[in-house]
Structure formats: C-alpha cells, structure tokens
C-alpha cells in the first residue's frame, strides 16, 4: 500500500500541511509517520491534531487518556498507535503496570481505571449506546457526566488514527520502536 500511502516529506505536501508538520515537528522533535501518511489527504492530518490537541484539554490526566486511547488502539489492532503510546507513557510517567495491562487487554488492578477501560469498550461495542447501568457504573466509580463525552473524542480521535494506520500502515519510527507491539 506504500505506493498509494507514502510517507510525505516537506516537499511532498501542500503549504497548510507544512505549517503543520512545522508544529508537529516543534511539539515532537519530529515528525511521526502516522502524521507523514495521513498527509496523501489535507483534511486527515489537520483534523487528527486538532483532535488530539482537544482530547489533550479534556477532563483526563495523562493515565485516562492512554486508558481510552490504548483500549481503542487494540480493539482496533493499531499496532503503530499501540507502539507509539506505549513509549509516550514513559514521557508522562504513567505506572508501567497499567500500560501492560492496556497492551494485553487484562483488567485494570485500580477500580476508577477499570471502569474507564470497561466503560470505553462498551462505548465501542454499542457505538456508543451503553445501556444506563453500564453508564451508573462509570459514574459510581468517580468519573463524571464530562468524563463519559470526553471518552467519545478519544474514541473519535483513535477512529481517525487507528483506521488510517490500518488502511496506510506506516512504517513505525524509530522512537516508537521500543514500545513495538503485536495483536495476540
């Protein structure tokens, strides 16, 4: 698919996806393949950052935000994105423990996280239909009202992630090659 895909450069696309890439680049240090082939298409890479930058402003810390994104990564069998937010909860001091359980989609050992990581496969096997005691469950557990639609912008942004690495397939670069994972 590489043909159809290719991984841009700065002289590969157009004047608003550079001013991107330019941001990107100043976030990261660099600029993630995923980023490189969502660029074939205008929208996707703006859209996807402009999502990732809300979801960052959301009510989750850096924890709730890898637990929604790494459930939907693996329930989407993203391995780029799986790879990627494993070594980016390294940058966010996130327990190592709750980043293997995400990689091997075990339960969470802390209640409030497991009834995030619960919550988040529900919203994806109802597409988003949950039925009011699966969301009194989510809200007995200590997240709130604003938590619950905030899961459905992480779910929105693995969505444009997750399905165009899995159309794309990216290569995965190397600073995310240590958090390299495969779907069981």
């Known amino acids: 698919m590489a043909a159809q895909f290719p991984e841009h450069t ?62 939907a990564s693996r329930i989407n069998g993203c391995t780029y994105c799986m790879a990627a937010h494993t070594v980016a909860s390294e940058w966010f001091e996130v327990d190592k423990s709750v980043i293997e359980d995400l990689r ?10 497991e009834a995030l990581r619960v919550f988040t496969l529900k919203m994806i096997d109802s597409a988003g239909a949950v039925r009011n005691h699966e969301l009194e469950a989510f809200l007995s557990a200590g997240w709130t009202p604003t938590h619950a639609l905030d899961v459905v912008v992480g779910l929105a942004l693995k969505t444009l992630s997750n399905f165009s690495n899995n159309l794309s397939n990216p290569s995965l670069d190397q600073q995310f090659a240590k958090g390299i994972w495969e779907e069981a």
Do not use: C, H, W
């Open 10 to 71: 700065s002289e590969t696309i157009s004047k608003d996806t550079k001013e991107l890439f330019q941001v990107v680049e100043k976030q990261y240090g660099f600029i993630p393949n995923l980023y490189r082939s969502m660029a074939t298409s205008d929208v996707l890479p703006k859209s996807y950052a402009y999502l990732n930058d809300m979801f960052n402003k959301s009510a989750f810390d850096a924890t709730g935000y890898l637990v929604v994104t790494m459930t």
């Open 104 to 113: 091997n989609g075990a339960a969470l050992s802390d209640p409030k996280l």
